[in-house]
């Protein structure tokens, strides 16, 4: 085992590079159905009771209040939407991590580096570092959010299942709390994967939401 700073780092016999499955990730598409969101969203806005008490001299000015409702609306939509693309690049990596156990256990000198242990593997954090290493991620993603998210919720529950408070403040320290308990389940040392030791492709696939 390679330490480098304060990180520990598989050591892997000979000097050949390996090979990982591609990561496919599933972007979102460019033509959403924003009016059904953004009504969805007006819902939740008059449900909840979101929009403020307003002034005498404000409710005189309705078409102020309309704007408002309808700021407040689009910004839920583009909240739901950046969490949608989140749990998707989450999604994508896990079953990348899947496919990289697949190729581990096929190859003498990698399959002694996983252990066996239920699904999603506790220890697999390797994996998420590794792309975080490799740079996969653009700057408006954070990998391990993402993860988290995936890991919280097997399926992305729609907007209108949504809170305003979980949009809003609570998305973050869910997704966070879910993947540092992931992460804790560790086994000790933790190690990285060496970076410059494997390649993969990363594939954006376009994905129809509905």
């Known amino acids: 085992m390679e330490i480098v700073g304060d990180r520990r780092f598989v050591e892997l016999p000979g ?7 591609p990561l496919l990730v599933k972007t979102l598409p460019q033509r959403q159905r ?16 979101m929009v403020p008490i307003l002034t005498i001299d404000q409710l005189a000015q309705p078409e102020g209040v309309a704007r408002r409702k309808m700021d407040l609306a689009i910004q839920l ?3 739901y939407m ?3 693309g989140q749990w998707h690049w989450g999604d994508a990596v896990l079953e990348w991590i899947r496919q990289c156990e697949i190729t581990f256990c096929s190859r003498l000198e ?6 066996n242990d239920l699904w999603p593997h506790a220890g697999r954090s390797s994996f998420v570092t590794l792309l975080e290493d490799k740079g996969v991620a653009d700057k408006d993603l954070t990998l391990p959010k993402a993860v988290g998210l995936r890991l919280a919720f097997r399926q992305m529950p729609p907007m209108r299942c949504c809170s305003d408070q979980f949009l809003f403040y609570l998305n973050n320290n869910i997704a966070q709390s879910a993947y540092q308990t ?7 040392p933790v190690s990285s994967l060496p970076p410059e030791r494997f390649e993969f492709q990363v594939v954006n696939m376009s994905l129809e939401v509905h």
């Open 110 to 115: 990698l399959r002694n580096l996983l252990q």
């Open 15 to 21: 000097a050949k590079t390996h090979e990982l499955p």
């Open 77 to 79: 939509v583009d909240r």
């Open 34 to 49: 924003l009016d059904r969101m953004v009504e969805t969203a007006s819902e939740m806005i008059e449900q909840e009771d």
């Open 182 to 188: 992931w992460f804790d389940m560790t086994p000790s």
């Open 82 to 84: 950046s969490l949608l």
